[in-house]
């Protein structure tokens, strides 16, 4: 089940014999999410050994994987077609949802058990079989959910799990069988499978890279603001696509958030995830670190003011992990690499600006469009942030703005890559269903429902003539 091999006689086969199964299997004995949240602990300590996110994090990582199979149990409404009566004389239309085939998603390190289930549970809802291949840095996790789903009376073939580096990627994407790719990752990586799996006809949704900016106006409560900002920079140890990096600063919330922030970074309490009280743990390698800190040397370098300094960090008893403690970067200018660098660590930095428009020309010019953040008390600033930020999630006095599974997750710019944004129910049912048309004849099927009419038009006459033909 973890790989019967990308053969006919594996996913293809099995993709045939899911099709008849699916709605007794998936939908008439229940959820994979029942199972799923009974191990929510053990699942979480394998995500916390092998990303170093605390157990907290990992905990409210897989609730939200298991939302997004209690959405897809939902998937009778979604997969609906529809249909009207008289598009011509005799003749109804129909509209039906199929599924295409084998699908497969390519998911990074930074959260290894919610982002496979962006994808698996609708692509096997709707009859689809479905190959995973997380990141080779964290490839226990789901390997351990995939011994889960084996217990929920899955067909042999219906999922699978592989795994290895990009010459695995290019054979997902190059397998004729392989008829939809999704993926989520860094932006270089994204354009490359964007572009490779779209010359070959399949349907792509690619997840990039981010810089995310939030905005503090005077007016915002600047003890709600520390606190929420601090989370989002800060948590997963900056190593989530919507964590804050940039905070731009508004005419005298530029000293007041500064000040109240650093300190607030500077109390977070960095080690083990699995030990009480930890709040933030290591990066995910060692090259990782290497590189976070040289970014911070670049920043310091570019004319930015280390305000608070985590590099070369020891955390007693763990001297050799790949630990980055909370880093605050002031008055980063905007000529600097850092304020278009996707980091990728538990690094902020400030900017201020004297005007909303200032702030906002700002976020214009970043190459990037996933999270734009405002923390202000004005409800005409909060609507006007709304509609003209450009970004594709949007978090009024919220630092993580993170889409709940009935919504998209609506990355713009180079940070996505597609037209159907993935997370979101709806949009995965279209990526992973195609849509038929149909026009029935009337009265062959509703024989006995048909009221007795005139003779039909030529061009009826005609259109029923090539449907039979098709049908023949």
């Not at 099995?14 to 709605?23: M, N, T, Y």
């Not at 994407?173 to 993926?183: E, G, L, Q, T, Y």
């Not at 900056?238 to 508004?250: D, E, M, N, Y």
Request: aromatic fraction near 8%; charge should be neutral.
């Amino acid at each position: 089940m973890r790989n019967p091999g990308l053969t006919r006689q594996g996913y293809e086969e099995a993709f045939r014999d899911w099709l008849g199964a699916r709605k007794t299997i998936w939908l008439g004995e229940g959820c994979a999410g029942d199972d799923t949240h009974g191990h929510i602990d053990d699942i979480a300590r394998i995500i916390t050994t092998e990303n170093g996110k605390t157990f907290t994090e990992a905990k409210a990582e897989m609730r939200r994987a298991i939302e997004n199979v209690e959405v897809a149990c939902g998937i009778p409404m979604m997969m609906q077609g529809y249909n009207l009566e008289d598009v011509a004389r005799g003749i109804d239309e129909m509209m039906i949802r199929q599924p295409i085939g084998v699908t497969a998603a390519i998911v990074p390190f930074n959260f290894p058990g919610m982002i496979a289930f962006w994808y698996l549970p609708y692509a096997i809802a709707t009859g689809n079989t479905f190959i995973l291949k997380p990141s080779e840095r964290v490839p226990l996790t789901m390997r351990y959910v995939y011994e889960l789903l084996e217990k929920t009376g899955l067909p042999k073939g219906v999922v699978g799990l592989v795994n290895g580096g990009k010459a695995v990627v290019d054979t997902l994407i190059d397998h004729p069988k392989v008829r939809a790719i999704s993926f989520v990752g860094s932006t270089p990586v994204a354009r490359y499978i964007y572009a490779r799996s779209g010359e070959q006809g399949k349907r792509c949704q690619c997840q990039g890279g981010a810089k995310n900016h939030v905005i503090v106006l005077p007016d915002a409560d600047m003890p709600m603001a520390t606190q929420i900002i601090s989370d989002s920079a800060f948590g997963c140890a900056g190593q989530r696509c919507l964590a804050v990096s940039v905070a731009v600063t508004i005419g005298e919330a530029q000293k007041t958030f500064r000040d109240s922030i650093a300190d607030a970074a500077s109390k977070l309490r960095v080690g083990n995830g699995l030990e009480d009280g930890v709040q933030m743990g290591p990066v995910i390698t060692s090259q990782s670190k290497e590189r976070v800190e040289s970014l911070i040397g670049l920043g310091e370098k570019q004319g930015a003011k280390v305000l608070l300094d985590g590099r070369n960090s020891r955390i007693p008893k763990y001297e050799t992990g790949n630990f980055v403690k909370p880093t605050i970067l002031d008055d980063v200018p905007a000529t600097s690499d850092l304020a278009d660098t996707e980091i990728f660590g538990p690094v902020l930095s400030l900017v201020h600006a004297d005007s909303m428009d200032e702030a906002l020309a700002f976020l214009e010019r970043s190459a990037y469009g996933n999270q734009a953040s405002l923390f202000t008390s004005s409800g005409s600033a909060a609507r006007r942030f709304r509609y003209e930020a450009p970004a594709g999630n949007i978090g009024i006095n919220i630092g993580v703005a993170a889409p709940m599974a009935y919504f998209p997750f609506s990355g713009w710019k180079n940070s996505f890559f597609g037209d159907l944004h993935p997370s979101f129910a709806g949009n995965v049912v279209k990526a992973m269903a195609s849509a038929k048309q149909g026009y029935p004849v009337v009265s062959r099927l509703l024989a006995s429902r048909a009221p007795a009419e005139p003779a039909p038009s030529e061009l009826t006459a005609r259109l029923n003539d090539e449907l039979r033909a098709r049908e023949a």
